[in-house]
């Protein structure tokens, strides 16, 4: 059964440092992962979804690579800024393609 | 174009009310998911269509949950007799085809059972 966690829980930086979040998952046999975006009170918007054959995505100040032998997926963050304050979720589809397991997110805070 | 849409974005009701609410995919995908996260938690599955059909139900919690998909678009989650803990944001996604493709939420409904 796939499982899929994310650390830090939780993370407060000052605006302006670059960051990484982690997330890793136990079944390596995966077509992609997906990276979301939620803020509070809000549904998830995606952020970049790397096809298992794929090392790594950037989307502007966002990159996401993907390691699957190892069961890591990073999301790095170049230059913070107070509006990337959300808690970000990675996921990952189940064997039966019928849905996506989520990671239980990161929260993230920037402080200006 | 237009993104996943649901309703009611609010629902408060009285325990053992029946609820219904309501998703509106992106045109043209076939794939519609429900998902529920309760507060501080994570996002539970709930059921995927595919088309009209579902063949995954394995997320729904008990009897008193049922969905239907109709026309491959719209779907509606039925929840029977509310218990307080059915209280959480229940969410909405559709893909262009299985869960290996970018899925796009929906902003959402609250519902909270009093």
């Known amino acids: 059964k796939q499982e899929v966690t994310q650390i830090p829980a939780a993370l407060s930086v000052p605006e302006g440092e670059n960051l990484v979040l982690n997330c890793s998952f136990t079944d390596s046999a995966i077509y992609n992962l997906q990276w979301f975006r939620q803020d509070p009170g809000k549904g998830l918007t995606s952020l970049l979804l790397i096809q298992s054959s794929q090392r790594e995505q950037t989307s502007g100040r966002l990159n996401a690579s993907l390691d699957k032998s190892s069961g890591r997926s990073t999301l790095y963050i170049a230059a913070s800024q107070p509006g990337d304050s959300a808690t970000y979720l990675c996921?990952?589809?189940?064997?039966?393609?019928?849905?996506?397991?989520f990671g239980s997110g990161t929260r993230l805070s920037i402080r200006p | 174009g237009a993104g996943v849409s649901q309703s009611p974005s609010n629902k408060v009701t009285e325990k053992g009310k029946d609820v219904e609410l309501r998703c509106d995919p992106i045109s043209g995908h076939t794939a519609l998911y429900w998902y529920r996260q309760s507060l501080g938690q994570g996002l539970e599955f709930l059921i995927y269509?595919?088309?009209?059909?579902?063949?995954?139900k394995s997320g729904l919690p008990s009897d008193r949950f049922s969905a239907e998909r109709t026309g491959g678009s719209v779907s509606t989650l039925t929840i029977q007799r509310t218990q307080q803990e059915d209280s959480a944001v229940y969410l909405c996604?559709?893909?262009?085809?299985?869960?290996?493709?970018?899925?796009?939420f929906g902003p959402g409904t609250r519902l909270l059972v009093l």
């Open positions: 269509f595919q088309g009209n059909s579902a063949p995954d």
């Open positions: 996604a559709s893909s262009l085809g299985t869960a290996e493709e970018t899925q796009y």
């Open positions: 996921a990952v589809p189940d064997s039966s393609a019928s849905k996506i397991i």
